[in-house]
């Protein structure tokens, strides 16, 4: 069984930074995992932010994030990180990590949320104007 635990939320001015953890634990050794960072506001549905492949690869990144937010991960340390930058207001959300054990090569979906197995509790972020 795989847990996701997140962290790194906060509350930010408009144009400051944060960075996101998403640190995994359980997993089988040799494992592959897809990883997606979701936020959600109440009332909407969980819009797909960043994803990336298994191996490290294949980023896709929402439209309304391109340029201004990062998504790595960093294997030796079981952690995808998600850096935002340039934040914006219509950035506040609760933001979960996601992930599914997939084959080497495989495409991370970014904005399927069935796709993934695998969720944290989520941590919540706020931007003031």
């Known amino acids: 069984q795989v847990q996701l635990v997140e962290s790194g939320g906060g509350s930010v001015q408009a144009g400051g930074s944060l960075r996101l953890s998403c640190k995994t634990s359980?997993?089988?050794?040799?494992?592959?995992?897809?990883i997606v960072w979701f936020r959600q506001v109440p009332g909407n549905e969980r819009e797909g932010v960043a994803s990336?492949?298994?191996?490290?690869?294949?980023?896709h990144y929402a439209d309304s994030v391109k340029d201004r937010f990062t998504i790595s991960r960093h294997d030796a340390e079981n952690t995808v990180y998600l850096q935002m930058n340039s934040l914006k207001p219509e950035d506040s959300a609760m933001y979960f990590c996601?992930?599914?054990?997939?084959?080497?090569?495989?495409?991370?979906?970014?904005?399927?949320?069935?796709?993934?197995?695998?969720w944290g509790q989520g941590t919540q972020v706020t931007v003031s104007s």
């Open positions: 990336i492949g298994a191996t490290g690869g294949n980023s």
């Open positions: 359980g997993g089988t050794p040799n494992s592959r995992y897809c």
């Open positions: 996601a992930a599914r054990e997939v084959l080497s090569g495989s495409i991370c979906p970014r904005s399927d949320t069935n796709f993934y197995t695998y």
